[in-house]
């Protein structure tokens, strides 16, 4: 099944404990990205990726990193977590192109304490 | 700014058709109308897009108007299943290699049985 998985789906920690947020797809896609959802702020991009070693800020990048040393991987990382980054976040992907459609995971709900 | 406008909830009957209206007055010849939808605990679902002309899948028309300055997506006969917030976006092509999304609000849809 084609699928965009991330892991884990809800994660609680303290602030400055450094975390990773794993997103992994399957359909072989080039184009990875990451957003996070707030009330009232619909989806707002963090990061994306349009291939192997090639990621680029989005939106609202500070705090966050990421990397993409495989295709089919693409992690978030906090590296010293504040609770401002309290959010839920999702991992998407598609191949290039302005028509192709965005496949998303189905989130991981963080809490920043 | 590009930005959608929707209104936040609608309700429907079971089996009846829906219409779900989006504005985006400020919208430029390039950018795409799409819609997503997104299920409760679950990440965004593609659903439809268009530029100029409506469009049809197995899942819902999109009715675009002449002046692009509106759409209305439209379930044929709505189901329990299509609960949902219904999100229309634009897709702005930002730089070579990123495709932004304008996010509206959403539109809560409510299925009455």
């Known amino acids: 099944e084609a699928q965009v998985t991330q892991n884990p789906r809800y994660l609680i920690t303290v602030t400055g404990k450094k975390l990773t947020v794993t997103c992994s797809q399957n359909?072989?896609?080039?184009?990875m990205s990451w957003y996070r959802q707030d009330p009232g702020l619909g989806l707002r991009q963090i990061y994306y990726?349009?291939?192997?070693?090639?990621?680029d800020k989005g939106d609202v990048p500070e705090g966050y990193k990421v990397s993409r040393k495989e295709k089919r991987n693409f992690p978030l990382i906090l590296e010293s977590p504040s609770p401002n980054q309290t959010s839920l976040y999702f991992c998407?992907?598609?191949?290039?192109?302005?028509?192709?459609?965005?496949?998303f995971g189905n989130g991981t709900r963080l809490t920043v304490t | 700014d590009a930005k959608t406008t929707q209104p936040n909830s609608m309700e429907s009957n079971e089996e009846e058709p829906v219409h779900l209206p989006c504005n985006h007055s400020?919208?430029?010849?390039?950018?795409?109308i799409h819609w997503y939808r997104q299920l409760p605990s679950q990440g965004p679902e593609y659903v439809i897009h268009?530029?100029?002309?409506?469009v049809n899948n197995r899942m819902a028309s999109l009715a675009i108007a002449e002046d692009r300055k509106s759409s209305t997506l439209i379930l044929h006969r709505a189901t329990l299943r299509d609960a949902a917030v219904y999100y229309c976006?634009?897709?702005?092509?930002?730089?070579?290699?990123?495709?932004?999304?304008?996010w509206g609000a959403g539109t809560k849809l409510i299925i009455k049985p």
């Open positions: 990726s349009m291939n192997v070693e090639v990621t």
């Open positions: 976006i634009l897709r702005l092509r930002v730089m070579d290699s990123n495709y932004q999304l304008i």
């Open positions: 268009g530029l100029t002309s409506n």
């Open positions: 400020t919208i430029s010849g390039t950018d795409y």
């Open positions: 998407a992907s598609s191949y290039p192109g302005q028509l192709s459609p965005l496949h």
């Open positions: 359909m072989n896609h080039e184009y």
